[in-house]
């Protein structure tokens, strides 16, 4: 009830119908703690019960309620279907088809090992690894990178219409995007032949003997054979993994492909969502909307509200004496408090309300839509919610429920 | 237990979005104004201490932006040249050619490099007591397990050099409970909440290091006191609006809408406030910073907090 009550005289503007209906991959990216996870849902359910096709929805987070918001006992690394009654149950007649899948990191490095091993005994080598285990559990451009291999996979292998991808929680916004060209550089590294040189052959090249010498000082020998043992091993794989990784480079600066940016109106993360933006621009890949979410409602910001606010807190008393008999209200000083209280509270959230509004105006490099979401004051628990959420990422104000 | 501002390094993360950062500088500003010499340390260099203090740019060589209050910003690699200069007396910049490469690639190669670089050089400001407190504002819930356990991660992996011989006594500060603590800071949101309790369970288990407080922060007023709620509700039947409408000349609806949302957000984030209370552990206290109604971030947004979490830390 109270979802809408948040978002009376909201400013609807753009919408995310045309982006989702012509674009194969939709990646949702931004700041952290802005609701891109939620989003990303809520726009491939929306996708799914409007537009139709096959859309799944790859999430990085593993937030249960997600999962049983979409129906799902747990989502895994491998795409499942949304049940239709989750549809039913919203009382939406879907035209298409939900599937989800969320990113198990260390099930998709293993699964990328079985893939490209030349044969068995590497991949077990491999597998076994102490290195390759930390590395493919805790690394955290490893993460960046299989989530970009991931959807490269699923985009290849399977027939979807449309995946919506939400990008893991990354310290710098971008690292997901230079992952692959990281990944491919890494592997093609004269450092690291010169790593693996002396390991294989005892002989240690002239340019690389200062490396060693500090390396060897810092990390101690048997390290460096593990590290050297592993990227032995990692070589058989070299060429596969870079024409890999390139691959899903240009499959994400391909036109099928659009970036939705997902921010709140706070000064940090939206300096943040500005920063990729431009960025996303600088890098010649698609900006296809901002999505701006836990807007506070336009009303906040009109002067005529703001001017009875203003009088309910400094005329609390005279007000509250005249109106308590027609409350038929014993006690005036209660009627008071409440009318204070109500305007004084009206006047702080203005403040936010204000602040949000001049952070808006300031936006930079706008992109074909912007699409605001009010303040949601309850939690997103179903499906039902989801699309209530979606329409708004729809441009429409969703009816008013009891 | 050993109370924040006993501790002499304090870690303080949270969830993106949550004001960890903030929290973390009004934590070091207090700090300093009680008389202790602070260090605060930016991890994840966003510049954001430097735009809260409203001081130039925060750099690897610590300086003082406040009386007491020294201010750092973390660099792996400044880290590793630091400490083979005073480790291996090596003149770096001359014989070993492109370090940044070089170590760009081992830190990438090897898991832990870049996070005991970091950690080391926190621990070892602490040890040469440098500081009375040293605050890091850290990374994130997600990375902030991999930095804390760095030096064990890399005790399994390297077993001998130089780094090796170095983590025991890293690991010695990291779990001494009266001089290392870990702050989590988060929102009475549902996300936040949820990231707080399964970053509190893994810090137990995967981790030496003590969880010391728990800050909520932007906790929303309460509007109403007892029976005031009903009598908002019958204020917002149609007659009372229009008498209220008529005397205030003008149209209330909007005010009472805002005040309607003000306090089904306060309800909604009180259930997550119980929820946070439940799922951690009694003895790890918690603090309670106010939601702030104001214009702009900054020093005086820092003091306010400041001044709050004194309050809370009973000063």
């Given at each position: 009830m109270?979802?809408?009550l948040?978002?009376r005289?909201?400013?609807v503007?753009?919408?995310?119908d045309?982006?989702l209906?012509s674009?194969?991959?939709?990646?949702?990216c931004?700041?952290g703690?802005?609701?891109?996870?939620?989003?990303?849902?809520?726009?491939a359910a929306?996708?799914?019960?409007r537009i139709?096709?096959?859309?799944?929805?790859l999430?990085?987070?593993?937030?249960?309620?997600l999962a049983d918001?979409?129906?799902?006992?747990?989502?895994?690394?491998?795409?499942?279907?949304?049940?239709l009654?989750?549809?039913t149950?919203a009382?939406?007649?879907p035209a298409?088809?939900l599937?989800?899948?969320?990113?198990?990191t260390?099930?998709?490095?293993?699964?990328?090992?079985?893939t490209h091993?030349?044969?068995?005994?590497t991949r077990?080598?491999?597998?076994?690894n102490?290195?390759?285990?930390n590395?493919?559990?805790r690394?955290?451009?490893?993460?960046?990178?299989?989530a970009?291999?991931?959807?490269?996979?699923i985009h290849?292998e399977?027939?979807?219409?449309?995946?919506?991808v939400d990008?893991?929680?990354?310290?710098?916004?971008?690292?997901?995007?230079?992952?692959?060209?990281?990944?491919a550089e890494?592997?093609?590294?004269r450092?690291?032949r010169?790593?693996?040189?002396?390991?294989?052959?005892?002989?240690?090249?002239?340019a690389?003997?200062?490396?060693?010498q500090v390396?060897?000082?810092?990390?101690?020998?048997?390290?460096?054979?593990?590290i050297?043992?592993?990227?032995?091993?990692?070589?058989t794989m070299?060429?596969?993994?870079?024409?890999?990784?390139?691959?899903v480079q240009?499959?994400?600066?391909?036109r099928?492909t659009?970036?939705?940016?997902?921010?709140?109106l706070?000064a940090?993360?939206?300096?943040e969502a500005?920063f990729f933006a431009e960025q996303?621009t600088?890098?010649?890949?698609?900006?296809?909307?901002?999505?701006?979410?836990?807007?506070?409602?336009?009303?906040?910001r009109?002067?005529a509200?703001?001017a009875v606010?203003?009088?309910?807190?400094?005329r609390?008393?005279?007000?509250?004496?005249?109106?308590?008999?027609?409350l038929?209200?014993?006690?005036?000083?209660?009627?008071?408090r409440v009318?204070?209280e109500?305007?004084?509270s009206?006047?702080d959230?203005r403040?936010?309300?204000?602040?949000e509004?001049e952070?808006?105006?300031?936006?930079g490099?706008?992109?074909?839509?912007?699409?605001?979401v009010?303040?949601?004051d309850?939690?997103?628990?179903d499906?039902?919610?989801?699309?209530?959420l979606?329409q708004w990422?729809?441009?429409?104000e969703p009816?008013?429920?009891t | 237990?050993?109370g924040?501002?006993?501790?002499?390094?304090?870690?303080?993360?949270g969830?993106?979005?949550v004001g960890k950062?903030t929290?973390?500088?009004?934590l070091?500003l207090?700090?300093?104004?009680r008389?202790r010499r602070?260090l605060?340390?930016e991890?994840?260099?966003?510049?954001?201490?430097?735009?809260?203090?409203e001081?130039?740019?925060?750099?690897f060589?610590?300086?003082?932006v406040?009386?007491?209050?020294?201010?750092?910003?973390m660099?792996?690699?400044?880290s590793?040249?630091?400490?083979l200069?005073l480790?291996?007396?090596?003149?770096?910049?001359?014989r070993?050619?492109?370090l940044?490469?070089?170590f760009d690639?081992?830190?990438t190669?090897?898991p832990g490099?870049?996070?005991?670089?970091?950690?080391?050089?926190?621990?070892y400001?602490?040890?040469?007591?440098?500081?009375?407190l040293?605050v890091?504002?850290a990374p994130a819930t997600?990375?902030i397990i991999?930095?804390?356990?760095?030096?064990?991660?890399i005790?399994d992996?390297?077993?001998?050099?130089?780094?090796?011989?170095?983590?025991?006594?890293m690991l010695?500060?990291?779990?001494?409970?009266a001089?290392t603590g870990?702050?989590?800071?988060t929102t009475?949101?549902?996300?936040?909440?949820?990231?707080t309790l399964?970053?509190a369970?893994r810090?137990?288990?995967?981790?030496?290091v003590?969880?010391?407080?728990?800050?909520v922060n932007?906790v929303l007023p309460?509007?109403?006191?007892?029976?005031e709620?009903?009598l908002?509700?019958?204020?917002?039947?149609?007659?009372?609006?229009?008498a209220?409408?008529e005397?205030?000349?003008?149209d209330?609806t909007?005010?009472?809408?805002?005040?309607?949302l003000?306090?089904?957000l306060r309800?909604?984030?009180?259930?997550?406030l119980e929820?946070?209370?439940a799922?951690?552990?009694?003895?790890?206290p918690?603090?309670y910073?106010?939601?702030?109604?104001?214009?702009?971030?900054?020093?005086?947004?820092?003091r306010?907090?400041?001044?709050a979490?004194?309050e809370e830390?009973?000063?």
């Amino acid at each position: 009830m109270s979802a809408v009550l948040a978002s009376r005289h909201a400013d609807v503007t753009g919408t995310l119908d045309g982006l989702l209906a012509s674009r194969e991959i939709v990646v949702a990216c931004g700041p952290g703690g802005v609701g891109k996870t939620t989003t990303a849902a809520a726009a491939a359910a929306m996708a799914a019960a409007r537009i139709g096709g096959k859309v799944l929805v790859l999430t990085v987070d593993p937030a249960r309620r997600l999962a049983d918001a979409l129906g799902l006992e747990g989502i895994g690394n491998t795409e499942r279907q949304v049940p239709l009654e989750a549809f039913t149950d919203a009382g939406v007649r879907p035209a298409g088809a939900l599937w989800a899948a969320m990113l198990d990191t260390k099930e998709s490095w293993d699964s990328l090992i079985r893939t490209h091993a030349p044969d068995a005994r590497t991949r077990d080598d491999i597998l076994a690894n102490p290195l390759y285990r930390n590395i493919s559990g805790r690394f955290v451009q490893s993460h960046d990178y299989i989530a970009m291999e991931r959807l490269f996979e699923i985009h290849a292998e399977a027939d979807y219409d449309l995946i919506v991808v939400d990008t893991p929680p990354t310290r710098n916004a971008l690292d997901f995007l230079d992952a692959p060209e990281r990944m491919a550089e890494f592997f093609s590294s004269r450092l690291l032949r010169w790593l693996i040189v002396p390991y294989r052959s005892r002989i240690v090249n002239f340019a690389s003997r200062p490396f060693y010498q500090v390396a060897d000082r810092v990390l101690g020998t048997q390290f460096l054979q593990d590290i050297a043992q592993f990227f032995i091993l990692f070589q058989t794989m070299y060429d596969g993994f870079v024409d890999r990784a390139r691959a899903v480079q240009r499959l994400l600066a391909e036109r099928r492909t659009s970036f939705v940016v997902v921010s709140t109106l706070e000064a940090v993360p939206l300096r943040e969502a500005e920063f990729f933006a431009e960025q996303l621009t600088a890098r010649k890949l698609h900006l296809g909307a901002i999505v701006l979410n836990k807007v506070l409602p336009a009303y906040l910001r009109d002067p005529a509200a703001c001017a009875v606010a203003e009088r309910l807190r400094d005329r609390a008393e005279p007000l509250s004496a005249e109106l308590a008999p027609r409350l038929e209200e014993s006690d005036p000083n209660q009627v008071r408090r409440v009318l204070s209280e109500v305007g004084q509270s009206f006047l702080d959230y203005r403040v936010v309300a204000q602040r949000e509004a001049e952070q808006r105006a300031e936006l930079g490099a706008v992109p074909e839509s912007l699409v605001t979401v009010p303040y949601f004051d309850t939690d997103v628990y179903d499906l039902a919610g989801l699309l209530r959420l979606g329409q708004w990422l729809w441009g429409e104000e969703p009816a008013l429920t009891t | 237990m050993v109370g924040l501002l006993d501790r002499r390094l304090v870690f303080v993360t949270g969830k993106g979005g949550v004001g960890k950062t903030t929290v973390a500088t009004a934590l070091a500003l207090f700090a300093s104004e009680r008389g202790r010499r602070t260090l605060l340390c930016e991890v994840d260099a966003k510049g954001d201490v430097a735009a809260y203090l409203e001081t130039g740019e925060i750099g690897f060589t610590a300086r003082e932006v406040l009386p007491g209050l020294f201010v750092m910003s973390m660099d792996t690699e400044a880290s590793l040249r630091e400490y083979l200069k005073l480790n291996l007396r090596i003149p770096v910049a001359g014989r070993i050619g492109p370090l940044a490469r070089a170590f760009d690639f081992v830190a990438t190669a090897a898991p832990g490099v870049r996070e005991i670089l970091t950690v080391g050089k926190l621990a070892y400001e602490v040890r040469e007591r440098h500081y009375d407190l040293v605050v890091v504002d850290a990374p994130a819930t997600g990375h902030i397990i991999g930095q804390l356990a760095a030096p064990q991660a890399i005790n399994d992996l390297v077993k001998v050099g130089l780094i090796r011989s170095q983590t025991d006594w890293m690991l010695e500060i990291l779990s001494d409970p009266a001089r290392t603590g870990l702050v989590i800071v988060t929102t009475p949101e549902e996300m936040p909440v949820n990231e707080t309790l399964e970053l509190a369970a893994r810090v137990e288990k995967e981790t030496t290091v003590e969880l010391a407080e728990v800050i909520v922060n932007r906790v929303l007023p309460e509007l109403f006191g007892h029976n005031e709620e009903e009598l908002f509700d019958r204020l917002c039947l149609a007659p009372a609006v229009a008498a209220l409408g008529e005397l205030a000349d003008g149209d209330p609806t909007p005010v009472l809408d805002a005040a309607r949302l003000a306090v089904t957000l306060r309800r909604t984030r009180a259930g997550h406030l119980e929820r946070l209370r439940a799922g951690i552990d009694r003895s790890v206290p918690m603090m309670y910073l106010p939601f702030l109604f104001t214009r702009y971030h900054g020093m005086r947004t820092i003091r306010q907090v400041a001044q709050a979490l004194g309050e809370e830390l009973g000063f």
